[in-house]
């Protein structure tokens, strides 16, 4: 089975710019992760989607947005890009039958590594 | 709130020696844990979790973690360390909000193994 797929891998961007990422999911699998990884602060949580409904949302501006597609592939959005945005972007899916407090794992797809100048 | 504290950003051995990563946890429901491990210019592998049950988690590449709940940790031990086991690891704790699962992590901890 493939795993997560990202696109593109790299990308270089100047700031007030906007970007689009792309995530595709393990086959099967219904819900989308979208993490940001920086030196400075770590892993965080940017939002969760499942059956094209975002469930969970984290601290970040409304720039940052999302979406996903029936066939379960997401995409994720920055627009009004800063400086601060640079960031190793992760996405990870997992299998899940229904909505709920499951425990489940995430698979993590490569990322893409945004870098805004 | 979850949350999970890594002691030790950066842990160097030597090869053959013992792997201790140690993660603390503070969760106000019974947690469940996960260490994964980052190789350079990859994303995230899953080396092992903790649900419920055996408090002792084998894991993947001969990776194990123990938790004990009366020291809030879920520390990460691997016997033998190969070069290969150079990598970023991270401790992370499930936390949910309306029904939907996301993971808090540690700040990682970079394992360098000296030959």
């Known amino acids: 089975k493939a795993g997560v797929t990202q696109t593109p891998r790299y990308l270089i961007k100047t700031r007030g710019q906007q970007v689009t990422l792309s995530c595709s999911p393990i086959s099967g699998h219904r819900s989308v992760s979208w993490y940001q990884q920086t030196p400075g602060q770590g892993l965080q949580f940017l939002f969760e989607y499942f059956s094209e409904t975002q469930r969970n949302k984290g601290n970040f501006p409304g720039r940052f947005s999302g979406r996903q597609f029936s066939n379960s592939r997401s995409e994720m959005n920055v627009s009004t890009l800063e400086l601060g945005d640079s960031a190793l972007y992760l996405c990870?899916?997992?299998?899940?039958?229904?909505?709920?407090?499951?425990?489940?794992?995430?698979?993590f797809g490569p990322g893409t590594r945004l870098t805004v100048t | 709130a979850q949350s999970v504290t890594q002691l030790g950003s950066h842990v160097s051995v030597s090869e053959g020696a013992l792997v201790l990563l140690r993660c603390n946890y503070s969760?106000?429901?019974?947690?469940?844990l996960f260490w994964y491990v980052q190789y350079p210019n990859q994303g995230l592998q899953l080396l092992l979790k903790y649900t419920t049950g055996a408090t002792l988690v084998k894991g993947i590449n001969g990776f194990e973690a123990e938790f004990k709940k009366s020291e809030t940790s879920f520390h990460l031990t691997k016997p033998s360390a190969h070069m290969s086991d150079a990598a970023e690891y991270f401790c992370a704790v499930s936390t949910w909000l309306q029904g939907a699962q996301k993971l808090v992590f540690g700040q990682g901890t970079r394992l360098t193994i000296n030959p």
């Open positions: 990870a899916s997992s299998f899940l039958k229904l909505p709920g407090p499951n425990v489940y794992e995430q698979y």
């Open positions: 969760s106000s429901v019974p947690p469940y």
